[in-house]
């Protein structure tokens, strides 16, 4: 079984440049999640997707983070203008059904804002 | 609401055994528990949810006191392949019937297991 898909794995950009990843889940799985990690630090949930519909984005910064999954399969996140402060890896995992299922997590896109 | 865990960091040798924590001012549903290497993805462990049994997965198992919002990750008799960090994430409990479909994760513990 193929697992979740990112890309690409590593991405410098300066600050106010945009930028955009992509994931691909692990197919028929439902449910799909965009986290940031900084170092040092635990997964924190940007939004959780079920097929095509947010289930919860109440800590993606609007302003400047856009997420859609079309189609409910693949997904894309997008930073415009990025800040310095966003400098992390950005990790999509995917789930069978919605929270209470194991989620297989992709190996993530290490961003660096310069 | 943010989990606790502690330790933050733990050392061991081969073959001792250690004990992670994950703990909540909140009503939790379920606890999961997941562990990272440097530089890999997280790996799932185990669930557990709120009125189920204790979990076991190898020689790693963990238990859940729903009355104390707190988990513990066991790890017996460690291996080399356990290091990594460890994070536990937590669904609050909103309601008598079910939880809030959010996962929080905590800040993680680092356990390092020498030969």
């Known amino acids: 079984e193929a697992g979740v898909a990112q890309s690409p794995r590593y991405k410098i950009i300066e600050k106010r440049q945009s930028v955009a990843f992509w994931c691909n889940p692990i197919?028929?799985?439902?449910?799909l999640y965009w986290y940031q990690q900084i170092l040092g630090q635990g997964p924190k949930l940007l939004i959780q997707?079920?097929?095509?519909?947010?289930?919860?984005d109440s800590q993606l910064p609007k302003d400047r983070f856009s997420a859609e999954r079309l189609k409910g399969v693949d997904s894309t996140l997008k930073i415009q203008p990025a800040k310095l402060e966003d400098s992390a890896v950005y990790l999509c995992a995917s789930s069978l059904f919605r929270l209470n299922t194991e989620a297989f997590f992709g190996q993530g896109t290490r961003l660096t804002v310069v | 609401q943010q989990p606790v865990q502690s330790p933050q960091a733990v050392i061991l040798r081969e073959g001792e055994d250690a004990v992670i924590n994950c703990s909540s001012s909140?009503?939790?549903?379920?606890v999961h528990w997941y562990r990272q290497k440097h530089g890999e993805a997280p790996v799932f462990l185990m669930i557990l949810l709120k009125g189920g049994e204790q979990k076991g997965h190898e020689k790693i198992s963990a238990s859940f006191n729903e009355k104390k919002q707190q988990s513990s990750l066991y790890l017996t008799a460690s291996q080399l392949s356990y290091s990594g960090t460890y994070f536990c994430g937590t669904e609050q409990s909103p309601t008598s019937q079910g939880g809030s479909e959010k996962l929080v994760f905590g800040k993680g513990t680092k356990l390092t297991v020498n030969p």
């Open positions: 909140k009503a939790l549903y379920s």
């Open positions: 997707f079920q097929n095509n519909g947010v289930v919860d």
């Open positions: 197919s028929g799985h439902a449910t």
